[in-house]
Structures are given as C-alpha cells and as structure tokens.
C-alpha cells in the first residue's frame, strides 16, 4: 500500500517578501507549517543577506517552478568601493583594497560593458557545482576554487543613486543566472578598484512582482483560515508567457493518461495558428490547466500533467 503523504493538496503561489537573515529554505518550511501543505518549493534562491521577492510554490506549482527561474529578474543593490570580499558581499571578510572611487561619469562610461549577453565568474561562495560538491562548501572547507566563466544576459544597468563616495546604488534587470555580486565585483575591477555588494533586493521575478509580496509576520497573522488560501496566485500564474491550447474533455483525458493528442484535421487549424514546431503550451479543458505540453509534428505531447 502507497505511503500517504502528510499535509493538504494546497495548489498555487505565494509571493513571500524574504527578511534578511533567513535563508530560502527556511522560509520555505514557515510556509509549509503554516499551510500545512504537502509539497512546498521556491522559484529562485536569495541569499540570508538578500531581501525581497520569493515566489514559493506549493502543490501542483511546484510543477511549474523551472519556468518560473527561466523569467526575468530586477534587484536593486547597493555597492560599496574600495572593498573586496572574500564572498563578494558583507557577509566575508575584507580581502583586498583600493583608494580608488569612481566619479558618476566614470560608472556610466563603463555601464555598456555590462549590457546584453555578457561572460561573467560566479562568486566562489555559491551553489554552482564543481566535481559534484558546492562551490561554497569547498570555499568554506578553505579549498582552491576555479569557476569557469559563464554567459548571462544584462537587459538594464542604471546607477540611481551615490549617497557618498564609498557607495552607488544600482537598478539591474536581467535572465536567469546571473549574480549581482559578480556584477558588483566585476564593475570594480572594470574602474580600476574594488568593490563588493552591501545590500541587495530583489524587486521581481517573472511575472511575481513586490506588489503580489507579503512578509512573513502578515502571513502568520493571517492564522490558517481561508484568508491563507486568499493569498495564493493561481498555479498557471508563472506561464504567463506560454500560449493556452484549448482542449475537449476527452483531449485533455488523453493528455492526463500521457497520450498525445492529434490536431492534424482540418477543423483544428484555427487552434495552431499561434503554436510552431517544438513551442510549449498550456493545455487547459474547461478554463483549467491540464498539463504543460510540447506540439511536434501536428501532436501535442505532454510535459508535465497537472491534477488541479
């Protein structure tokens, strides 16, 4: 007999405004609790130091939650010259520095280095792995680390604020992969000095934004009434971007048992005016969503089924 899994089918997202000093797992668990869900997941990790948008996704989300990584992402970081890290935020030691402070003139002189695709060194202390193990395990455990570099996509660079010499603030939008600290780091280096990130924040997330964010205290003042269940955005939230394909009802119970579904009759042209080869879709049947699926060939084939 299958084990039963402990908790509720809670389904759907929820924008949690992460507090500095909290890891993303550990906010997952609060979350867990407090819904007492079953299967409970993030959309992008932030660091302790890190605050702001973390979309968590519990249920059939969590089905959805590498789509919801592949977004666009905005921050907003300050930076702080003449200090290099040895984890290029605060958190690390000093390790390097320079008397160097750029002028507002000489940071937006090198801004265009920074936009479009650019080749970029994750910090040593991140998640990437090397040989199987955690750079930042390694990193701690005080072994050499070579990370080789890496394309990542920069779509908006602005300083928007120099309170004094030692700091300038950034606004960043950018594809998935990408770490501030590294920009931090790299914009240093690329005036002459040193620098790391002292505060960072992010703003957005796909299409999960600060204004769908609560914060940790408000959720728990919520209790576990169904104002809990009000803060939940709805599972397909984060496939903003991905057309709809409408489905029968036997369609869509084809899709659900792992059959394709042929849309090669002449009647189904209409429907596959937006789909080309290879696109991914969001099937639905009666306005819900039935499974994430692929249209080869005249078929549509399914993904990831979802049981909302």
Known sequence: MARRKSGQPVNGWLVIDKPLGLTSTQVVGKVRRLYDAQKVGHGGTLDPLASGVLPVALGEATKTVAYAMDGAKRYAFTLRWGEATST??????????????????????????????????????????????????????????????????????????????????????????????????????????????????????????????????????LGHGPALLERLLPVETALDDIPALALTEAEAKRLRCGQAVSLMARVHRDRLRSLTQGSLVCATAGGKLVALARYEAGEVHPVRVLNL
């Open 88 to 221: 290029d935020d605060a958190e690390g030691p000093v390790v390097a520095t320079s008397p160097v402070r750029p002028t507002r003139e000489q940071i937006l002189a090198v801004i265009p280095r920074f936009l479009g695709e650019i080749s970029q060194i994750p910090p040593i202390f991140s998640a990437v792995k090397v040989d199987g193990q955690r750079s930042y395990d390694l990193a701690r455990a005080d072994e050499a680390v070579e990370l080789s570099p890496r394309v990542v996509r920069i779509d908006h660079l602005e300083l928007t604020e120099q309170p004094d010499a030692d700091h300038a603030v950034f606004a960043v939008g950018c594809g998935k992969g990408a770490y501030m600290r590294a920009l931090a780091r790299d914009l240093g280096e690329a005036l002459g000095t040193k620098a790391h990130v002292r505060a960072l924040r992010r703003t957005a997330v796909g299409p999960f934004t600060e204004a769908d964010a609560i914060s940790l205290d408000s959720l728990e003042a």
